[in-house]
Structures are given as structure tokens and as C-alpha cells.
Nanobody, 119 residues
Framework: QVQLVESGGGLVQAGGSLKLSCVAS????????MGWYRQVPGKERDSVAF???????SYADSVKGRFTISRDNTKNSVYLQMDSLQPEDTAVYYC?????????????WGQGTQVTVSS
């Protein structure tokens, strides 16, 4: 079992920045892809950004040029730098990771962290 813990959410004014962090823990695991998703009440959870084990990234059109995903494999961590935040970025942000343990593949989610952008 691989656990993910996010941090870094909060309240920020429009135009401001926040950086989310997510660290994976467990035993005997290999991380492959890592990503960030977000969800607002009543809507589906949407992909925000994605990074592979070799650093290839992809972004939702709505955040391209404003958000940057990165990872530190030595720390089993993934980050999301969010700049030029807008009220429509308000959501609960979830970290996701896929990979393998000695028991087989896993697909883990964090508990979520609230990001609120005021206008």
C-alpha cells in the first residue's frame, strides 16, 4: 500500500501563487506516473497536470502557462507550482500516483487539499 499526503493548499487572492506538495510513503514501491487532479462540488474530478517517471509533462488547457508540475524522485514527491491563480481554480486538489509494489500495481490518491482563490 502506498500512501500520498498533500500539503500547501490555502486561500489566496486572484493573481497570487501557491505551491502544492505531495509525498508518497510505503514499503518496496516504484513510482511511475504522478499527477494532480481537482474537483469542485457536483462535478467530476478533472486532471490538471501529469508527469511521467522520466519527467515528461502534460497539462490541462485551462492551466497551461500558469501551472508547473515537477517531481523529486529522491524524495518520492511531486509538486504543483500554481501562478496567476484565478477564482475558477478554486477546488479540492488531489495527488495521484501509479506504480508497482512487490504485490503488484497500485493507483493511489491523497486526501485532498483545498485551494480557494478570492476575486
Amino acid at each position: 500500500q502506498v500512501q500520498l499526503v498533500e500539503s500547501g493548499g490555502g486561500l489566496v487572492q486572484a493573481g497570487g501563487s501557491l505551491k502544492l506538495s505531495c509525498v508518497a510513503s510505503g514499503s518496496d514501491f516504484t513510482l511511475n506516473s504522478m499527477g494532480w487532479y481537482r474537483q469542485v462540488p457536483g462535478k467530476e474530478r478533472d486532471s490538471v497536470a501529469f508527469i511521467t517517471s522520466i519527467g515528461t509533462t502534460s497539462y490541462a488547457d485551462s492551466v497551461k502557462g500558469r501551472f508547473t508540475i515537477s517531481r523529486d524522485n529522491t524524495k518520492n514527491s511531486v509538486y504543483l507550482q500554481m501562478d496567476s491563480l484565478q477564482p475558477e481554480d478554486t477546488a479540492v486538489y488531489y495527488c495521484n500516483s501509479r506504480g508497482f509494489t512487490s504485490r503488484g500495481p497500485f493507483n493511489s490518491w491523497g486526501q485532498g487539499t483545498q485551494v480557494t482563490v478570492s476575486s
